[in-house]
């Protein structure tokens, strides 16, 4: 069993459980870990788990007539969708399914609960809509069918995902196997023994060595400090060897396996090098990548979805919908990102108010920070051709 099937068989059956670090110490420390090296697994687990954790850093900002707002639905995407999870937990649960699945159904409970389904039948129907039965979550069946109008059902439809566990895990699990037994093979202890020709015939001499070698030998390998007996007759010797050099050689080898599954799983992801493997030295341009081609088409996913089914095509005509702000995805510092900052405010783009909230500081709630600000180096067109300012 790889880890793909570990967290499967984690997400489905259980009341709740949250994909984290805790998730890949629980799968190394099973049986099954140590009978093959699952090395894609765990790079795809790394990489589904930095853009669940990622996405849960944005804000779902709630809209009403065409004006932010914070209320009860905001509170349900933003804090706590239901009773159990907080909103970071349920995204990261959501992510990975609709990853590692392909499919994400999100349901609302008869008290206003969202849970994700850890599993459900799905009928599809050509014209009418689809409906979803045997509903599970939580440890609960809900026995009543719903129609695709009453819940949030996305699919990722990523075959290279797919592709990936199929024809990659195998060959680089081989590689990564291969690489270890050459690296025991080379850093082992070898040793010649020469037995003297009269102990060949004696009858006992078979139990006698076996004997020697499980009592002497072995601690004489294992331990710090030991002393090997020889018995008359013995000749011991250890063949020199460029062990050293050869063992830094497959040490460097199983690293290099490990970038080309990371690197490998994280182009199927659209996850830049420097974010998946953490190269300091290019992780700020990469980020502004990672955020547009992996974060951002899961959010207008989640943006869409959310829309379409809880307010509707009316109700958004009105100016009344959802929208995942991924900006909050970045770290940004009111210090060193002052000047980005004032130049966002002074152009228009920012209010005092939600630069704070970029910041993730507490805003202030008087009514000149949610003021637009605009400075006279800004000027219509119209008054660029008349000449001079007003």
């Known amino acids: 069993m790889g ?34 090296f699952h090395l894609t697994e765990i790079a795809l687990f790394t990489a589904v788990d930095l853009i669940a954790r990622t996405l849960a850093k944005c804000e779902f900002v709630t809209v009403e007539n ?34 590692l699945q392909n499919e994400l159904l999100i349901f609302e409970t008869s008290d206003g609960q969202l849970l994700c389904a850890d599993n459900f039948a799905r009928t599809e129907r050509a014209v009418l809509e689809d409906t979803f039965s045997n509903i599970y979550a939580r440890g609960m069946t809900f026995q009543y069918t719903l129609r695709s109008s009453d819940v949030i059902y996305l699919r990722y439809n990523n075959s290279s995902i797919k592709q990936l566990l199929a024809e990659m895990c195998a060959a680089y699990s081989e590689l990564m196997q291969d690489a270890v037994e050459r690296y025991n093979k080379e850093t082992g202890h070898k040793v010649v023994l020469e037995l003297g ?12 060595l076996n004997q020697w070698m499980a009592t002497h030998v072995r601690k004489f390998f294992s331990e710090k400090n030991a002393v090997l007996p020889l018995y008359k007759g013995f000749k011991y010797t250890e ?36 974010v998946i493997s953490g190269e300091a030295s290019m992780l700020s341009d990469a980020t502004e990548s990672f955020i547009g081609s992996a974060v951002d088409p899961i959010a207008q996913m989640f943006s869409q979805a959310i829309s379409e089914k809880r ?14 702000d991924t900006t909050y995805a970045r770290h940004i510092d009111a210090i060193s990102g002052a000047v980005n900052l004032d130049k966002a405010i002074a152009c228009g783009v920012l209010n005092p108010y939600k630069a704070q909230r970029y910041c993730h500081q507490l805003p202030c709630e008087e009514s000149w920070a949610k003021e637009y600000y605009i400075t006279k180096n800004y000027q219509s067109s119209e008054l660029a051709l008349k000449g001079g300012e007003e």
Not at 82 to 98: D, G, P, R, S, Y
Not at 197 to 208: P, S, V
Not at 311 to 324: A, C, P, Q, S, T
């Open 66 to 99: 065409h004006k932010e707002v914070q209320k009860a639905e905001y509170y349900l995407w933003n804090y706590a969708p239901n009773k159990h999870q907080t909103k970071t937990e349920f995204i990261i649960e959501a992510v990975a399914k609709l990853i």
């Open 239 to 274: 063949p020199t060897t460029d062990a050293k050099n050869k063992a830094v050689s497959e040490v460097n080898d199983l690293k290099q396996l490990k970038a080309e599954a990371l690197g490998t799983v994280g182009n199927a992801l659209h996850i830049p090098p420097a």
């Open 311 to 324: 307010y509707g095509e009316k109700e958004f005509i009105r100016g009344n919908y959802l929208m995942v």
């Open 197 to 208: 020709t009269t102990m060949n015939g004696d009858k006992d001499f078979n139990e006698q």
């Open 3 to 36: 880890l793909i099937e570990f967290l499967k068989n984690k997400l489905i059956g259980r009341e709740s459980y949250e994909i984290s670090g805790k998730t890949f110490e629980e799968f190394l420390q099973s049986d099954t870990a140590y009978s093959k």
